[in-house]
Nanobody, 121 residues
């Protein structure tokens, strides 16, 4: 059973926007710290944006500051990543993740299967 399922990826031009969604048919997201990671070809998986269980603490990569926003909808048991002003270097497979509430992206218990984001002119 898939615990986390991403959607919303696609191919866009530089400067455009995308919103990634992650639903959790097998988990209750209220119990976890959540995050988005990405992996570009030939590179290691990296943290993009993380949010604490309470939503009061966030952490993000410098490369996405001011462009990406993370949010949750606990009533829909969903996690989102709003990506604006996309750049070619944002091209990667994006994964949502859930981990222990006391470890903000420091430890991951569950991964989604990933959704491809391609930014190219």
């Amino acid at each position: 059973q898939l615990r986390l399922v991403e959607s919303g990826g696609g191919s866009v031009q530089p400067g455009e926007s995308l919103t990634l969604s992650c639903v959790a048919p097998g988990l209750t997201l209220d119990s976890y710290a959540l995050g988005w990671f990405r992996q570009a070809p030939g590179k290691e998986r990296e943290r993009v944006f993380c949010i604490s269980r309470s939503g009061s603490v966030m952490d993000y990569a410098d490369s996405v500051k001011g462009r990406f926003t993370i949010s949750t909808d606990r009533t829909k048991n969903a996690l989102y990543l709003q990506m604006n002003s996309l750049k070619p270097e944002d091209t990667a497979v994006y994964y949502c993740a859930a981990g222990p509430p006391e470890r903000l992206c420091g430890s991951i218990d569950y991964w989604g299967q990933g959704t491809q984001v391609t930014v190219s002119s």
